[in-house]
């Protein structure tokens, strides 16, 4: 007889495993969105603010000044949205692999229960590829 409630409580024991995955995720990817949402809108100030002063900038000749200010401001930007990618491709790469080894987790254990005799799903007394099929 196959008894699931044995099985779920066995699966179960990956829980913990995937919730500390989940947390790391959710915490590298909101310190990495914030990062990047941070230069934005220092880009976005410093190029307002170049703007609407445009005759102030250019009287005094501060072009070059403000451009390379500019240039700078767009290379942070584009170095912490190349982190946050990167941040991102990581992270999701290991949910992928957490669930794909919950996958091999459960049919070890299924397979495991089988070969201890512990879970029977055909009605003769012996098992064999009925078993492991319903496992996975």
Excluded: H
């Excluded at 900038?57 to 912490?80: H, I, M, P």
């Amino acid at each position: 007889m196959f008894y699931g409630w044995l099985y779920a409580l066995a699966c179960v024991a990956y829980l913990p495993i995937f919730l500390i995955i989940l947390g790391v995720f959710g915490m590298a990817v909101k310190k990495s969105t914030v990062a990047k949402l941070d230069t934005v809108k220092t880009l976005g100030g410093l190029a307002e603010e170049s703007l609407t002063a445009i005759k102030v900038v250019t009287s005094f000749g501060r072009e070059d000044l403000e451009l390379a200010k500019f240039t700078d401001y767009c290379n942070r930007t584009k170095n912490v949205a190349k982190s946050q990618s990167e941040t991102m491709a990581i992270m999701v790469g290991l949910m992928k692999f957490s669930i794909f080894a919950f996958y091999a987790y459960a049919l070890y254990v299924g397979s495991w229960f089988i070969e201890l005799g512990i879970a029977n799903t055909s009605f003769t007394s012996t098992s064999g590829v009925y078993d492991f099929q319903t496992v996975i």
